[in-house]
Structure formats: C-alpha cells, structure tokens
C-alpha cells in the first residue's frame, strides 16, 4: 500500500512566507534556542523561562501545529509568534505501509533534500528508525544507503521534526486519534523507542545528533527515555566514549565481520579503524553494565560470514563486554551483490551464540516489500528521478 501526498499551497509549507519574510518553524528547537527566538521578538528577559517552558509543552507535549492552540499564551504574543515563526514539521512526500504494518516516509525538507523515516509497530511496543544525514559516506558493501553520496547533515531540527512527524502521523500526542490505527501497539505510547538506524552515520554528525537526543530524552517533553533510544555506528572510534559521557543512550555496533579482512571490505571505515580498535573502545564505554548492554548487529550472508566457525570467532571476540548479538537476515535491494542467508544456517549460527550466553535474537525482517528494512534505505528522490528518466511510475 502506496500512499502519496501533495500539495497545492502556493508557498513550501515549512517554510511559509509572510510578507516577503521566511517563518522558521520553532518545532525541533531545544530550550536555548527557543529562549533567543523569544528574545529576538521582544520578550522580556524576566519572563524568558516562563514562556519557553509555556511554547516547550505546546510544542513537545501537546504536538501543537498552530499558536492559536495556546491558550495559556497571551493572545498579542500569539500572534506576533505567528507572525514570525511556524511550527511546521517536514513534508510528507509520500507514505508507504508494508503488509506487516510497518510504514515508511519520504521526508522533504526546507531545501528540497530527502530522507526517509520508518516505523515499526508491534503489539506492545514501536520502534521509529530516524536518519541523521542526507546520504552516507561509509559505503557499507550490504547497505543500500551506502550506494548514495553524502550530501549534508541534518540539523538538530530536522533530526526532532522526524519523530513529531511520525508522531503526527500515528496520533501519538495526547487525546489525538490515528487516520488508521490498524496495527498501531496496544498501549498509550505509540512510539516507544527510538533509533539512529536510517541513513547516514550518526557520529559523523555527533553535535546535532547528541543535541536532538537531548531534546528527545527530555523529561517534560518527548520523553523518551536514554534506554530507549539506540545509536548505530559502522565504528568511528574516537567519538565511541565521548558519546557515552555526552549523550549516554544505548550504543549499537555494526559489526558483521570477525576479521578484519572481510570487514574492510563490508565496511570500509573498518581500514582506519580495525576490529581491536573498535572492541577496545566498546569495552571502555562509559556506563557499560549488564543492565546496559552494547548491542552488535551482524548482517547474515549467505556462504560470506555465516559459517559456524564465524559464529565461534564472533563469540570469542566479544569475551567481557556486556552485549546482544541480533542476527540480521540481509535485506535484498536492487542489485546487491549478496544473498541472505539459508533459515538453517542462521538458526545454527544463532544456537552457537546463544550456548555462549549472550542474548542473540534473530530480527524478524520488517517492511522489505517497501523497501523500508534494515540496509535498504535509500532517498526515494532519486529512485523516483531514476525511475522518471526511465519514464516508470515514482519509486
């Protein structure tokens, strides 16, 4: 199922235009930033705090897209609010539903660039996969993303504007109902957890990653706990322990490889910084525990690193460190240049790794007929630009 959304506004609709001025949406804004914005328009320093904490649950505990909402805001401030700012999220291209439920969208943002975001709903629990850059550098062999150049960062903004747009879609603020709450989780909170699993490396764009999270984790806000969220790195080293003492979420490896010549070649970053090096810096992050354990994300292939004697390096070489192993069944895209693994050969590499003690899930694929499972992000602009060269329907 293909959803596909438009508009007919004649200005962008996160960028609205009043009066030859662009209105920048106040939604994604840390407290700091929403305080000078305040300040730029003539709030008195004395009422600062009281008036960011007022727009603070507007925006990040009711979900409100409009000033007018605001009722315990006086109504001059309302309006010269609205007069220079919006609370617009990032524009919706299209949206897809897989047959399991899980949803993906392509994100527009100000200048015309894409991402996509996908939501995974399970009956007690949802997982939205959030991405930290337009493309990605690293390359990764088995990652579809990897096939796409690295255009920029997103913002600390852009980064927030993504979980209050899917919780926009999914009516996730309080007393909102769902357009469709067919297969949405049981429970008041729609989504659960968080993840920087989607397009881009994260800790190549620590400070506005860290920054979002920081916004996200806020208890008066977003509130979605520090172990609940998850960033995936493909292993920059030197930013493993700052992130720990400056963000503290959970931390998840990209691993897929017990030696180093294969993993060179899975993920070339691999070649700066070796399989030693990145263990070295996991055993050395700040607040490893068992109550908080690094999670290592091993993409099956099949006859590449799926043999049992790799399932016995991979448990030897985690000796010590406090983790989860999840066994992921690659996710095919067009042209890849592997296969995924036989279901006997993961279930036997998984029986290796669970003889050792570690907790080894097999991820069940989610939302591949969409092309929104692990690996397989890509920014549909360029499928669909592709794909009308070709004179094709969009991607």
């Known amino acids: 199922m293909q959803r596909t959304m438009t508009t007919t506004a004649l200005v962008d609709p996160r960028t609205a235009t009043v009066e030859g001025a662009t209105r920048e949406s106040l939604a994604g804004l840390g407290r700091e930033a929403l305080g000078e914005r305040l300040a730029s328009i003539g709030v008195p320093e004395r009422q600062l705090r009281m008036r960011v904490s007022q727009l603070w649950g507007w925006i990040y505990v009711r979900g409100a897209t409009s000033f007018d909402h605001m009722t ?3 109504k001059d401030l309302r309006q010269t609010l609205a007069a220079r700012f919006s609370l ?4 919706i291209v299209s949206e897809q539903v897989s047959v399991d439920g899980t949803r993906k969208w392509l994100l527009r943002l100000a200048d015309g660039k894409d991402v996509e975001t996908v939501y995974i709903p399970e009956e007690d629990r949802g997982t939205l996969c959030i991405s930290s850059q337009v493309g990605c550098t690293l390359n990764c062999t088995f990652c579809h993303t990897g096939t796409q150049r690295l255009v920029r960062n997103l913002t600390a903004r852009e980064i927030v504007g993504q979980i209050m747009l899917a919780r926009d879609r999914i009516g996730d603020w309080p007393g909102a109902v769902p357009d469709d709450p067919a297969g949405l989780p049981s429970g008041a909170r729609k989504i659960t957890n968080v993840v920087l699993m989607g397009m881009g490396e994260p800790l190549y764009n620590f400070d506005n990653v860290r920054d979002a999270c920081a916004i996200a984790a806020d208890g008066a806000g977003l509130s979605i706990s520090k172990r609940r969220i998850t960033l995936s790195t493909s292993g920059i080293v030197p930013e493993i322990p700052r992130w720990g003492d400056e963000a ?3 931390l998840a490896i990209s691993l897929h490889a017990v030696r180093d010549t ?9 070649k700066k910084w070796p399989i030693r090096a990145l263990l070295d810096a996991c055993r050395a992050y700040p607040g490893l525990s068992n109550a908080k354990r690094i999670t290592f994300e091993y993409v099956m292939l099949k006859g590449v690193n799926d043999s049992i004697a790799d399932a016995k390096a991979l448990v030897k070489l985690l000796a010590k460190i406090p983790a989860k192993i999840n066994l992921i069944p690659f996710n095919p895209w067009p042209g890849a240049p592997y296969e995924c693994s036989d279901w006997e050969q993961i ?3 998984a029986e290796v790794v669970n003889r050792a003690g570690y ?20 920014s549909a602009s360029l499928k669909q630009r592709a794909s009308e060269r070709l004179g094709g329907a969009p991607a």
């Open 248 to 250: 503290g979420t959970m």
């Open 72 to 74: 315990d805001v006086a």
């Open 88 to 91: 617009d999220r990032p524009e």
């Open 359 to 378: 907790a080894s899930p097999v991820r069940s694929p989610r939302g591949r007929d969409i092309m929104a499972a692990c690996g397989q992000l890509k």
């Open 347 to 349: 279930e036997k590499f």
């Open 262 to 270: 294969l993993r060179d070649e899975l993920v070339p970053i691999n």
